[in-house]
């Protein structure tokens, strides 16, 4: 570990800080329907969408209208972008011919888009149009970050209304979303990034000859507008199939920062937008210091692990840097960084191989993900994860104290512990079950690279990152029908089983009458609220992913010590 490694991670850190309180302020007043300074110019646009889909945004919704409008809605986009897979091969923008894709490959990769997962069993470079990249899979980029935002911002009105039956309106919620947050910030991003070197063309891939003499196509196409709102809407899914370690994603330094500060930027902000909601800042600031507490201890395990190597390595007494996976453009600090942030949310975007990580330095990744992706997490799941966390929080500490348990002055009664409990189960249910019967089965462990622990780990991060909708992969993991067809499935009720329990939690919160506030009261802004908030997320995913975790990435690590390697 380096001080230039610190220092880096802090400047990322302090850059997202800064931009926290700005830009949640900024989202609130959208949400709100206030004046912003894009008005004049979004505002008629706005209104124009809401005539031509007669959508009337005075109307509120309750949380089943919610829920169906966000079900509605991700049903036709699935079978939107499933058409145009299947049938790009016939349509417009597809230079270099790229045929159709397979039934089961398409079902996976329009599951994992409409679902913000962007987990890809593909080469986009060899396998994507550039009408297929930009309406299809960019498409969603921006619709499916928006709808996570739409669920946070409804959970939001719930807490701090009272005695209420409607949480918004989904339609207004996620146009609004898209028109005046992702657009603008993704317009002035991809302009960035097309500076810094970023492709954005519709040329056909030209043919370079290196200096061997061997033939090497060139990608090409609409990469910097794609690549923007894969990291500023936690998507992941890069333009070409090494994602953000190719230079033609991610070229320079400066590149990398931004991707980086992207990553975060909106799942950070979404605190201080909660704590404009519920008139009470503490509340969103006590969310973001168990965000950063999370945060900081994942990266500091993970930055370790990468800096002393592999053990089995310095028993040959071989010397060096652990670079095993790494760009040498970034180092050891950016890409533990970049890991631990891409799976504290549920971006996925990568720019070193987990795989080639050590034990420990891949197992960090992999628990962010079974803890729910609630560090800063993805825009909006993050927030609306981390509440239910706290719900089970004041729920335990009512217990302790031996009194009805409260939060923002409403009473968690046993209806608002079962939503909770029912949404944390999800990710757990849906990534050991399918781990274990692929584990088992011929079918999984079929296009398996590796055996032993190291390829348990590789099934076990693969279901954990499609069920908490990451993307991001152990690699060493080949795609065939059954990785198609249940990793898809997976990738489903990882997002729409957790989003139903939570607009009902919603619903149920916003008709509640707050209580007063008593010297008994639990304090969700102090700093024992925060702890034992950090105690709960860690000690759940601890308790459910251990003996699984013990399997894979932790017996790993002690075999290396004994010089076993897989």
Same mark, same amino acid.
């Given at each position: 570990?380096?001080?230039?490694?610190?220092?880096?991670?802090?400047?990322?850190?302090?850059?997202?800080?800064?931009?926290?309180?700005?830009?949640?302020?900024?989202?609130?007043?959208?949400?709100?329907?206030?004046?912003?300074?894009?008005?004049?110019?979004?505002?008629?646009?706005?209104?124009?969408?809401?005539?031509?889909?007669?959508?009337?945004?005075?109307?509120?919704?309750?949380?089943?209208?919610?829920?169906?409008?966000?079900?509605?809605?991700?049903?036709?986009?699935?079978?939107?972008?499933?058409?145009?897979?299947?049938?790009?091969?016939?349509?417009?923008?597809?230079?270099?011919?790229?045929?159709? *894709?397979?039934?089961?490959?398409?079902?996976?990769?329009?599951?994992?888009?409409?679902?913000?997962?962007?987990?890809?069993?593909?080469?986009?470079?060899?396998?994507?149009?550039?009408?297929?990249?930009?309406?299809?899979?960019?498409?969603?980029?921006?619709v499916s970050a928006g709808m996570g935002i739409a669920i946070a911002?409804?959970?939001?009105?719930? *807490?701090?209304?009272?005695?209420?039956?409607?949480?918004?309106?989904?339609?207004?919620?996620?146009?609004?979303?898209?028109?005046?947050?992702?657009?603008?910030?993704?317009?002035?991003?991809?302009?960035?990034?097309?500076?810094?070197?970023?492709?954005?063309?519709?040329?056909?891939?030209?043919?370079?000859?290196?200096?061997?003499?061997?033939?090497?196509?060139?990608?090409?196409?609409?990469?910097?507008?794609?690549?923007?709102?894969?990291?500023?809407?936690?998507?992941?899914?890069?333009?070409?199939?090494?994602?953000?370690?190719?230079?033609?994603?991610?070229?320079?330094?400066?590149?990398?920062?931004?991707?980086?500060?992207?990553?975060?930027?909106?799942?950070?902000?979404?605190?201080?937008?909660?704590?404009?909601?519920?008139?009470?800042?503490?509340?969103?600031?006590?969310?973001?210091?168990?965000?950063?507490? *999370?945060?900081?201890?994942?990266?500091?395990?993970?930055?370790?692990?990468?800096?002393?190597?592999?053990?089995?390595?310095?028993?040959?007494?071989?010397?060096?840097?652990?670079?095993?996976?790494?760009?040498?453009?970034?180092?050891?600090?950016?890409?533990?960084?970049?890991?631990?942030?891409?799976?504290?949310?549920?971006?996925?975007?990568?720019?070193?191989?987990?795989?080639?990580?050590?034990?420990?330095?891949?197992?960090?990744?992999?628990?962010?993900?079974?803890?729910?992706?609630v560090v800063f997490g993805g825009v909006g799941s993050g927030f609306?994860?981390?509440?239910?966390?706290?719900?089970?929080?004041?729920?335990?500490?009512?217990?302790?104290?031996?009194?009805?348990?409260?939060?923002?002055?409403?009473?968690?009664?046993?209806?608002?512990?079962?939503?909770?409990?029912?949404?944390?189960?999800?990710?757990?249910?849906?990534?050991?079950?399918?781990?274990?019967?692929?584990?088992?089965?011929?079918?999984?462990?079929?296009? *398996?690279?590796?055996?032993?622990?190291?390829?348990?780990?590789?099934?076990?991060?693969?279901?954990?990152?499609?069920?908490?909708?990451?993307?991001?992969?152990?690699?060493?993991?080949?795609?065939?029908?059954?990785?198609?067809?249940?990793?898809?499935?997976?990738?489903?009720?990882?997002?729409?089983?957790?989003?139903?329990?939570?607009?009902?939690?919603?619903?149920?919160?916003?008709?509640?009458?707050?209580?007063?506030?008593?010297?008994?009261?639990?304090?969700?802004?102090?700093?024992?609220?925060?702890?034992?908030?950090?105690?709960?997320?860690?000690?759940?995913?601890?308790?459910?992913?251990?003996?699984?975790?013990?399997?894979?990435?932790?017996?790993?690590?002690?075999?290396?010590?004994?010089?076993?390697?897989?």
């Amino acid at each position: 570990m380096t001080i230039v490694g610190w220092l880096q991670a802090a400047l990322v850190f302090a850059l997202v800080c800064l931009l926290v309180k700005p830009v949640g302020a900024y989202m609130a007043r959208v949400f709100e329907g206030e004046r912003v300074f894009l008005t004049p110019v979004i505002g008629p646009v706005e209104r124009l969408i809401y005539r031509l889909c007669r959508i009337n945004p005075a109307r509120e919704m309750g949380w089943k209208g919610y829920a169906f409008a966000v079900i509605a809605f991700s049903l036709v986009s699935f079978a939107y972008l499933y058409a145009l897979l299947r049938l790009q091969a016939f349509l417009p923008l597809n230079p270099q011919g790229f045929g159709n *894709l397979a039934p089961d490959l398409a079902w996976n990769t329009a599951i994992s888009f409409m679902t913000n997962t962007n987990w890809q069993f593909y080469s986009g470079e060899s396998t994507m149009s550039y009408l297929s990249q930009m309406a299809g899979l960019a498409w969603h980029n921006f619709v499916s970050a928006g709808m996570g935002i739409a669920i946070a911002i409804a959970l939001m009105r719930a *807490l701090a209304r009272r005695q209420m039956s409607t949480i918004g309106n989904f339609w207004v919620d996620l146009t609004r979303c898209t028109l005046y947050v992702l657009l603008p910030i993704a317009f002035v991003g991809a302009l960035v990034l097309l500076w810094q070197g970023v492709p954005q063309n519709f040329d056909a891939y030209p043919t370079a000859t290196t200096m061997e003499s061997a033939k090497q196509s060139i990608p090409m196409g609409p990469m910097a507008s794609q690549e923007i709102i894969k990291e500023l809407g936690t998507n992941g899914g890069g333009f070409v199939n090494a994602n953000s370690a190719s230079p033609w994603e991610n070229p320079t330094g400066l590149s990398n920062l931004i991707e980086l500060v992207c990553i975060f930027m909106l799942g950070g902000a979404l605190t201080y937008t909660f704590g404009r909601y519920v008139k009470d800042q503490r509340q969103g600031w006590a969310l973001f210091a168990a965000m950063t507490t *999370l945060f900081v201890g994942g990266f500091v395990a993970a930055y370790a692990a990468e800096a002393a190597g592999n053990p089995a390595v310095h028993a040959l007494g071989v010397a060096g840097a652990n670079m095993e996976g790494k760009e040498t453009r970034f180092g050891i600090a950016a890409s533990a960084l970049f890991a631990t942030m891409t799976t504290g949310t549920s971006c996925g975007a990568v720019n070193a191989m987990h795989d080639s990580f050590t034990a420990l330095g891949g197992l960090i990744p992999l628990f962010n993900m079974q803890m729910g992706e609630v560090v800063f997490g993805g825009v909006g799941s993050g927030f609306y994860g981390i509440i239910y966390y706290a719900v089970l929080t004041v729920f335990i500490a009512g217990l302790m104290v031996g009194r009805t348990p409260e939060y923002l002055g409403k009473k968690i009664e046993r209806r608002e512990v079962q939503l909770a409990i029912l949404a944390a189960l999800i990710v757990p249910v849906f990534a050991l079950v399918p781990a274990g019967i692929a584990s088992v089965l011929p079918a999984g462990t079929a296009t *398996l690279n590796n055996g032993g622990p190291h390829g348990f780990s590789e099934i076990l991060y693969a279901y954990s990152s499609m069920v908490n909708n990451n993307g991001s992969a152990f690699a060493g993991l080949s795609p065939n029908t059954w990785w198609n067809i249940s990793g898809g499935v997976v990738m489903l009720f990882g997002r729409i089983a957790i989003m139903i329990p939570v607009l009902a939690l919603a619903g149920s919160l916003v008709a509640k009458q707050a209580v007063a506030t008593t010297a008994g009261t639990f304090r969700t802004t102090s700093p024992i609220f925060v702890v034992l908030l950090i105690g709960v997320i860690v000690i759940v995913g601890a308790l459910t992913f251990f003996p699984a975790d013990a399997l894979g990435p932790i017996v790993e690590h002690l075999l290396n010590l004994q010089g076993k390697t897989f």
